[in-house]
């Protein structure tokens, strides 16, 4: 997992667990990279203003503690010596253009982010998907594990029918991440692909009806041949193979990805957001947002190669 070697880490400055704050350690001493610590804190209406600097202070001392705690929990014999902590205020609620201008300041490769439940059910809050949608970086959402004790279990989402050479390269680095990514959680790895033959509901509404069913199984079968076909080219450009840990999921990826991880109990999803590839904005894809909506565990989102930020020094 040698491609992060910058990383931002950045604190709420709330007490208590901070799973992210481990893997922000583990990742660094991993990589040999750099780790930066930072606050993003509510700016104090100007009455009181005047406490802004002891709530800052406040702050860092919660951070400092968390991190000594984290750098244990992570086997670490002492805390390693990061950067002076940067602290940003949160003004007018655009917390997450702050962050994202920290990481285009420090030219970050990966965020790290705490994701604190604001209610109950999956998904992620309107901060974490405005990150998803606009930093400029790599972003991962770490959240206290939720699911059944034992082994920890990742699930990267590919779709290996991709065409386009940004999305094939994107597919390609997820797959670079998630394997290394598994040893240094030691967990185990599922490479997951969604396909569907997609004439099922138009056919009961429409002349499909006519066709009989030996032809449609015969379609079914040949799209479910050529996708496996297609990961296996896929797996096999990456030095990996078809086994056990590759599942082919029929249906379309809102359903069937947020399903398996429930089923199955994954704890981290990698996955790619793909949009407009060298326009300003990515708009994550329809697909995407379904998906993220209906997941409730710890995520790694990608950027694809050529991403621009809306957000601007």
């Known amino acids: 997992m040698n491609v992060f070697k910058n990383i931002l880490y950045v604190s709420d400055g709330i007490a208590g667990d901070c799973p992210g704050l481990v893997q922000a350690l583990r990742l660094t001493e991993m990589n040999g990279a750099k780790l930066r610590l930072a606050i993003v804190t509510p700016k104090l209406p100007k009455e009181f203003s005047t406490y802004q600097d002891t709530y800052e202070t406040g702050s860092r001392t919660t951070l400092m503690e968390a991190f000594k705690d984290a750098a244990r929990e992570a086997g670490m014999a002492a805390p390693p010596s990061v950067d002076d902590i940067n602290v940003g205020s949160d003004v007018s609620g655009l917390t997450g253009t702050v962050i994202s201008k920290m990481v285009l300041r420090g030219d970050h490769d990966l ?27 790599a972003v991962w959402l770490v959240r206290a594990k939720t699911m059944s004790a034992g082994k920890p279990k990742i699930a990267v989402a590919i779709d290996p029918q991709e065409t386009e050479s940004q999305a094939i390269l994107l597919t390609q680095s997820l797959l670079q991440v998630s394997e290394p990514l598994s040893s240094m959680l030691d967990a185990d790895l599922h490479i997951i692909s969604s396909w569907s033959a997609s004439f099922d509901d138009f056919r009961t509404r429409h002349f499909w009806g006519k066709v009989s069913e030996k032809s449609i199984r015969a379609f079914r079968e040949r799209r ?90």
């Open 111 to 137: 965020l790290i982010r705490e994701s604190r439940r604001e209610s109950e059910g999956a998904g992620y809050s309107a901060i974490e998907m405005e990150l998803l949608r606009k930093c400029p970086s």
């Open 224 to 313: 479910e041949s050529l996708h496996k076909s297609a990961m296996e080219r896929t797996l096999k450009s990456a030095g990996l193979s078809m086994g056990p840990n590759v599942h082919q999921l029929e249906g379309s990826p809102d359903m069937t990805i947020s399903k398996f991880v429930s089923d199955n109990g994954v704890d981290t999803v990698v996955i790619g957001t793909i949009g407009r590839v060298g326009i300003p904005g990515l708009l994550m894809g329809n697909t995407a947002e379904k998906v993220l909506r209906q997941l409730d565990c710890s995520l790694l989102a990608l950027k694809p190669e050529g991403f621009v930020s809306t957000v601007m020094l």
